[in-house]
Nanobody
Framework: QVQLVESGGGLVQPGGSLRLSCAASGNSFSIYAMYWYRQAPGKQRESVAV????????DYADSVKGRFTISRDDAKNTVYLQMNSLKPEDTAVYYC?????????WGQGTQVTVSS
């Protein structure tokens, strides 16, 4: 069992930056591939970024490539999402996900609002 708690969301102006954190409790955090998803009002949840167990492989949605960076610190049981050059269309609730085999765990989400 893994419990995930996101933090770091908030209101930011276009062009600004935010760093999201997802702290995991429970055992064996390092075995999980970690994802960030987001869901905007009236839209489906979409995958934003993923980082493999060990952190050697990352991948991003085309809409955030070059602006967002996912990283993990297994010693702290935490995954991060550094978001730069934010745009109004990045406004959404951002969710952390831990995935391994048949197991999926979700956090409660953190709101990111990009507006002037």
């Amino acid at each position: 069992q893994v419990q995930l708690v996101e933090s770091g969301g908030g209101l930011v102006q276009p062009g600004g930056s935010l760093r999201l954190s997802c702290a995991a409790s429970g055992n064996s955090f390092s075995i999980y591939a970690m994802y960030w998803y987001r869901q905007a009002p009236g839209k489906q949840r979409e995958s934003v970024a993923v980082i493999s167990r060990g952190g050697g492989i990352t991948d991003y949605a085309d809409s955030v490539k070059g602006r967002f960076t996912i990283s993990r610190d297994d010693a702290k049981n935490t995954v991060y999402l550094q978001m730069n050059s934010l745009k109004p269309e990045d406004t959404a609730v951002y969710y952390c996900n831990a995935h391994w085999a048949m197991f999926d765990y979700w956090g409660q989400g953190t709101q990111v609002t990009v507006s002037s």
